[in-house]
């Protein structure tokens, strides 16, 4: 079956540094969607891509589709402490637009 | 790594009827579950936060006695739809927050109600 994979799992960055989460669907997506989950919360809806090599920016953050529109990856620029949380995607696909969750990426931000 | 469970992964019901939906964490205990439902193609939208043993607390514009979430145990949290109506037809996806695990937030597969 369709499955969505993130890494890295973990990741320990230095304030100012750049950070970037990668995640590769099995099948083609139709769609592909971003969470960021902080300390205590719940995962908070960040972006849609949808076209085929899609780029997208937040301020800081770097949203991108790949062409095959199979994996997707989120580009943090000069990470701050606000950072801090974990990542995930989310891939729509398959016969009924599933939605599959990656695990997450737990962003660290050391000081 | 810890696993979170749906059951049904799909249903179909008739218009007026209730669906109960479970979400299991099945190797460890959740302190909290979420759950959520999304439309084709947009975003995830929080429902309401379930925690053990207390009465679930319920996102703005949910009705509580319409969704009715249970959190019986450490390991399972229920959402019954009741008085289903066509326009409840959609994804509904649970995830858990592990007590051990800092806070790791586990997603289950989903479950798709389609109410006729």
């Known amino acids: 079956g369709q499955q969505v994979m993130q890494i890295p799992q973990y990741q320990h960055v230095q304030e100012g540094e750049d950070f970037t989460t990668y995640c590769n669907s099995s099948t083609t997506l139709s769609n592909i969607q971003w969470y960021k989950q902080r300390p205590g919360g719940h995962p908070v809806f960040l972006i849609q891509l949808v076209k085929s090599g899609e780029v997208k920016k937040q301020k800081r953050l770097t949203f991108q589709f790949g062409e095959a529109k199979k994996n997707s990856s989120l580009h943090i620029t000069a990470t701050q402490t606000t950072d801090v949380g974990t990542y995930f995607c989310?891939?729509?696909?398959?016969?009924?637009?599933?939605?599959?969750f990656g695990k997450g990426t737990r962003l660290h931000i050391l000081p | 790594g810890a696993v979170v469970s749906q059951h049904p992964s799909w249903v179909i019901c008739k218009s007026g009827t209730s669906v109960k939906i479970e979400c299991r964490s099945l190797?460890?205990?959740?302190?909290?579950m979420f759950w959520y439902r999304q439309f084709p193609k947009q975003s995830l939208m929080l429902m309401a936060t379930?925690?053990?043993?207390?009465?679930?607390?319920?996102e703005q514009g949910v009705e509580k006695d319409k969704f009715l979430i249970n959190h019986a145990s450490l390991t399972l949290s229920t959402l019954t739809v009741t008085s289903a109506h066509p326009e409840d037809s959609s994804f509904y996806i649970c995830s858990a927050d592990g007590r051990e695990s800092g806070n790791e937030q586990f997603f289950g597969p989903g479950t798709r109600l389609t109410v006729l």
């Open positions: 989310a891939g729509a696909g398959g016969r009924d637009d599933k939605i599959i």
């Open positions: 379930s925690n053990e043993g207390s009465k679930a607390t319920y």
């Open positions: 190797d460890f205990q959740a302190t909290t």
